[in-house]
């Protein structure tokens, strides 16, 4: 297999890693509770997950 004779540069390096692009994840709402989440996750406010009680949730007073 052929390998390179010269290095590439660290510009030319740059300009293929600058097409990566992280995606936002897209919440929504809980059905339960209201507060924003992401799909297929529990709760973090209420602690549940299809309609179920998965996590308790405790209140610091």
Same mark, same amino acid.
């Given at each position: 297999?052929?390998? &390179?004779?010269?290095?590439?540069? $660290?510009?030319?390096?740059?300009?293929?890693? *600058?097409?990566? +692009?992280?995606?936002?994840?897209?919440?929504?709402?809980? &059905?339960?509770?209201?507060?924003? $989440?992401?799909?297929?996750?529990?709760?973090? *406010?209420?602690? +549940?997950?299809?309609?179920?009680?998965?996590?308790?949730?405790?209140?610091?007073?």
């Amino acid at each position: 297999m052929a390998n &390179p004779t010269s290095r590439h540069s $660290k510009a030319r390096r740059d300009k293929r890693r *600058a097409n990566w +692009k992280g995606i936002m994840p897209n919440p929504s709402k809980c &059905p339960e509770c209201g507060e924003m $989440k992401q799909s297929h996750r529990v709760c973090s *406010a209420c602690g +549940k997950y299809d309609g179920k009680a998965v996590l308790e949730i405790v209140v610091k007073e």
